[in-house]
């Protein structure tokens, strides 16, 4: 009876280690220690049309700023622009990131698993989706945007950032029907986002960011679950003993 008590509160300690380390790993600001600190994007760089690459690269000071909803309904898919955010609200709805298969590779027996285009973010534990955000412009109206995990992480934690060079883009068709409820209550005109993720450096880096995060996770549940293993195994011997 005490074998079948301390395997199944063995496996339990596994099961949170392994859970902590999922949410640990998750929020570990790994692409922003990858890339470092890269050198600002000009309103010169843009003259002969800026290329994909600068998409999502830190914004000079000339790069023009949304400062209120009309500029953003004026604003051309063509124009790059960046936010000063006063505030940030997670709509928990995200698209598939350009960078990542349609399918991912399975097993002989289960074949390749169909990514969905848009999912819920409560069940993207790997970072695969781009998640839709509400930003809070100068003149207190919101519009919709996808950034960074890291960019959004800064905003939510009350921080006055400047957003990435970023550019108009259309709202996934799928997506648009969840963010309705969003639009109604916020205002917010759900058939353009302000787009800030340099696609070109996630791929190239999916899978050294991916890697990280394992190990990380894998590191973190080892400890836990041993900590949590030998504190079970000393409480049974007390009561052992006793």
Not at 142 to 170: E, N, W
Not at 180 to 200: A, L, M, Q, R
Request: glycine share 8%.
């Amino acid at each position: 009876m005490k074998n079948t008590l301390r395997k199944i509160l063995e496996f339990l300690s596994v099961v949170i280690g392994l859970i902590i380390a999922v949410l640990v790993a998750k929020e570990l600001p790994v692409e922003s220690m990858l890339r470092g600190k890269e050198e600002p994007v000009t309103l010169a760089m843009t003259e002969d049309g800026l290329p994909e690459d600068f998409i999502g690269m830190p914004a000079a000071d000339d790069i023009p700023r949304i400062e209120d909803a009309q500029t953003w309904e004026d604003t051309w898919q063509t124009s790059y622009v960046t936010v000063e955010p006063e505030a940030i609200i997670p709509t928990g709805i995200g698209t598939r990131h350009p960078w990542v298969s349609m399918y991912s590779s399975g097993s002989r027996r289960s074949g390749s698993r169909y990514r969905a285009d848009v999912s819920d973010m409560a069940f993207d534990i790997l970072g695969e989706y781009g998640e839709y955000f509400l930003i809070q412009l100068p003149d207190k109206s919101y519009i919709l945007a996808q950034m960074s995990i890291d960019d959004a992480r800064a905003l939510k934690a009350g921080k006055k950032i400047t957003l990435p060079v970023g550019r108009k883009g259309p709202v996934h068709q799928q997506a648009l029907s969840k963010l309705e409820e969003f639009g109604k209550d916020y205002d917010v005109n759900t058939e353009g986002v302000f787009y800030c993720i340099n696609d070109t450096w996630n791929e190239s880096h999916e899978m050294i960011v991916l890697l990280i995060r394992f190990g990380c996770g894998a590191l973190i549940t080892l400890v836990i679950g041993v900590i949590l293993i030998t504190i079970v195994d000393k409480i049974l011997k007390e009561k052992t003993e006793d």
